[in-house]
């Protein structure tokens, strides 16, 4: 028998997303894990993250909780920026103004077709809550002036990939906010011929 688990998702008020989130834990495997259900949520929510509530947080007894948000902050420190070749300048707009070869690669874009191009123009087209969460995530980044975590970013053949992200503002001069990116996984490209 599994231990009890409560599950607290945020915002709070987002009904839908609520909803979405107890229909994946309700098909969840007998063991569940914050990864399995976090890739789950990114399936419809790609940059849906879940915690786990410390124990230094804990009050009594309880069964613990797990905090699930549909989009969130890990801190400014995921990726070494100076060891990373997949990188972008983005001003106040969220618009590309460089963009290097590596990101380029990771987007299946050549980086002058990325300049001048908010960063929502790049997301998945089969994500239809990814604008709404790049506008949340941005929203943070504005306040913190530094937001890092990761998230669901597909191959434009549809197969899932993660990715982590930190994005520094004014790092290369005031409006010049310094984003890099580093994939953690992604699925094989399925071979010819199969079906």
Not at 142 to 166: C, K, M, Q, W
Request: aromatic fraction near 8%; avoid cysteine; glycine fraction near 6%.
């Amino acid at each position: 028998m599994t231990e009890e688990i409560r599950l607290r998702t945020f915002p709070s008020r987002d009904r839908e997303f609520g909803a979405f989130v107890r229909h994946a834990w309700d098909s969840r495997p007998a063991t569940p894990s914050p990864e399995a259900l976090q890739f789950e949520l990114r399936v419809r929510y790609p940059a849906a993250i879940v915690v786990i509530q410390s124990d230094l947080a804990r009050h009594g007894e309880g069964p613990p909780i797990w905090y699930v948000f549909r989009t969130g902050n890990l801190g400014v420190d995921p990726i070494d920026d100076e060891h990373e070749d997949a990188w972008a300048i983005l001003d106040d707009q969220r618009r590309f103004i460089e963009v290097s070869r590596g990101l380029a690669a990771i987007a299946e874009l050549p980086a002058h077709r990325m300049v001048g191009h908010p960063i929502e123009d790049f997301s998945n087209p089969n994500g239809p809550t990814i604008r709404d969460d790049i506008a949340r995530l941005w929203m943070q980044f504005v306040t913190h002036r530094a937001i890092a975590s990761t998230l669901r970013f597909n191959f434009e053949d549809g197969r899932p990939r993660e990715l982590a992200y930190r994005l520094v503002a004014d790092a290369a001069g005031p409006g010049r906010h310094r984003l890099t990116v580093r994939v953690l996984t992604e699925s094989p490209k399925p071979e010819d011929g199969a079906g």
